[in-house]
């Protein structure tokens, strides 16, 4: 068994495990918690691979990802997260520039 969480060709991704998160609530409440340095390493670091990761990602069929695969998958759905915080607003203090749905309320 392996004992690498992400698919070789992404290993060295594998410091930014802790944005591999499932649920859109834990990947907000991530980039909200965390630095705009880390924010920042974090996009640089995973967006420019975009196109590599997705042809990688689009031979396996999304409900049946390997462990690696899908964690992989779920960093690039992080850096959907942070993509407006690095591009557009580029601050830390426009982090809340619109509150996230509590959906609890209408439910």
Known sequence: ?????????????????????????????????????????????????????????DKFPIDAMKEPEHRLFLLTLSVVEVSNLVERYKRREAIRAVSPLDYSSVL
């Open 1 to 57: 068994m392996s004992d690498h969480a992400l698919p070789a060709p992404f290993r060295d991704l594998e410091p930014f495990l802790d944005w591999s998160l499932e649920r859109e609530r834990q990947r907000t409440e991530k980039r909200e918690a965390s630095t705009m340095d880390e924010v920042r390493a974090f996009y640089e670091a995973v967006f420019p691979r975009m196109e590599e990761i997705v042809a990688h990602l």
